[in-house]
């Protein structure tokens, strides 16, 4: 374990995660603007350095909203665009009412997509897919989205929120709107400003670190590295394909913090896309269905959790950010400029780690306000 700045809250409360829940991995970052003010790196085999290679999850949902919302920004994209205008497939979409299909065309739009709000599942086994995988073992990130339609929506887009592959389709958007790979636009315009020069989609199981998964008893066994949300070399996933490090995606956090202006001065986002994104929308569906692992008090704005009021102990209204499977989580409080990142690599994490999240920013903030940080 290595400890960086004061922070006596913070450390205890991490020593304690270790000592009682045997935690393998986990590794703090809080800053304050592009400056780090605490960092923990801790592993079971004692050599974690900042710089393991995790697989983030839906951490990468962020990181696929600043794409999508550069392209809004440059005029390239309209939340009120059709998805069928950029994948024509999708005039296919349909859902059932009392058995009878319904279409959907014009209906699934680019808001709904970053709302959770089109009607699409997180069903990975359709049998569209399932032949498509058996026909072509390395598809495309066009041809995996393009068979998520082929079976019914869930409900008519729009009705309510249901936490599904938006972000993959998004990702598959951004190709034909950018005219190159997802990941090579990520690239572009994300990772290589930014300088995080270890961020990836595609990495072999020898480079990632070790995964881990949460057993009945609540304890740790060490798990297969392969991302069940990736099918070939070939899919981008918008939804969980990115590979990186808590280095790294500090650098993003940071960005986002302070207005959406990199450390060298990259602007990635305005800093009223960022207001636009942790604006609050779920409740503007028909019927609000939004929960969140992370508390009670949030709703869903543009691919992101954000807060619907403040707590007693310093995070303000439109806090944002969002987690992983495998226990990734990003904190953005623009308020203040302070961003958290955590890495773990723990996957089912829920069963040890319900609230522990927001639990260690809450110590990093009640130590801040010691300090007279805050």
């Not at 003010?37 to 949902?61: D, H, I, P, Q, W």
């Not at 032949?131 to 079976?151: D, F, H, M, W």
């Amino acid at each position: 374990m290595r400890w960086f700045v004061k922070g006596e809250r913070t450390k205890n409360y991490i020593e304690e995660l270790i000592k009682d829940k045997g935690i393998p991995y986990l590794d703090f970052c809080i800053q304050r603007g592009y400056t780090p003010l605490f960092r923990c790196v801790s592993s079971a085999n004692g050599e974690a350095n900042g710089k393991e290679l995790l697989a983030l999850y839906s951490c990468t949902k962020p990181l696929t909203v600043a794409c999508v919302m550069r392209l809004v920004e440059e005029g390239k994209l309209a939340l009120s665009d059709t998805v069928e205008k950029y994948l024509p497939e999708y005039e296919q979409a349909f859902w059932l009412s009392n058995g009878k299909e319904r279409s959907a065309k014009g209906e699934i739009t680019i808001e709904r997509l970053l709302t959770m709000t089109a009607g699409l599942s997180y069903n990975l086994c359709t049998p569209p897919i399932v032949e498509l995988l058996k026909n072509n073992p390395a598809p495309s990130t066009r041809e995996i989205v393009g068979r998520y339609i082929q079976t019914p929506l869930l409900f008519k887009p729009g009705e309510r929120f249901e936490y599904s592959l938006c972000h993959d389709v998004l990702g598959a958007v951004v190709e034909v709107v950018a005219g190159k790979r997802f990941s090579e636009y990520m690239d572009e315009v994300i990772f290589k400003p930014l300088g995080m020069q270890n961020s990836f989609f595609h990495r072999t199981g020898a480079e990632i670190f070790d995964v881990y998964a949460c057993t009945q008893e609540g304890g740790f066994t060490p798990a297969e590295k392969k991302n069940m949300h990736v099918f070939s070399e070939n899919h981008d996933s918008g939804g969980a394909g990115v590979i990186s490090c808590v280095d790294d995606y500090a650098k993003f956090a940071a960005t986002l913090a302070c207005g959406g202006v990199s450390a060298d001065g990259y602007r990635l986002l305005k800093k009223e896309t960022l207001d636009l994104i942790r604006t609050e929308r779920s409740s503007l569906s028909v019927n609000n269905t939004f929960t969140c692992i992370q508390g009670e008090d949030y709703g869903y704005g543009l691919g992101v959790r954000t807060r619907l009021k403040p707590t007693e102990w310093g995070l303000p209204k439109g806090e944002f950010g969002w987690d992983g499977a495998a226990g990734s989580y990003l904190m953005v409080d623009s308020e203040k400029q302070i961003s958290v990142v955590i890495g773990m690599h723990i996957l089912e994490w829920p069963r040890v780690f319900t609230g522990e999240h927001l639990r260690l920013v809450e110590c990093a903030y009640e130590d801040m306000r010691a300090e007279g940080l805050l």
